[in-house]
């Protein structure tokens, strides 16, 4: 069976496949850094649409920044929430409830909220 497709059904693909390799690179980069776990899902999703814009010139995905975004949140939203959901938010749960450990055996000898200068 062939399947006859337009040129802007062409570019439409060509556009989704490069921008799917790009959120997962931004996946990837997003990831690493130290501050991740101080990242709601909102900031998330905003800092890998960020990654991907900033690649949009080498790969002639045109010049509106808004329209990419709204692409990435449309077609690639389910994609990045349940790497967020699956990856991110275990990982991070993991080392708060690591940090509460370590809390168990300080102990400062000073009361907040209190007078210690008496």
Known sequence: M????TESQFNFLRRYEILD????????VVQEQDDICDYSFKDFIEEIK???SDNK????????IDFLHDLIGKH????IKD??????TPRCEEEYNNDDDDDDDYYSGR???VDNNQ
């Open 2 to 5: 062939k399947v006859v497709i």
């Open 21 to 28: 390799r790009l959120v997962i690179q931004a996946i990837e």
């Open 50 to 52: 960020w990654q991907v």
């Open 57 to 64: 010139d080498e790969h002639k995905l045109g010049d509106d």
């Open 76 to 79: 690639f939203y389910k994609q």
């Open 83 to 88: 790497y967020y959901d699956n990856e991110i």
């Open 111 to 113: 009361l907040y909220g």
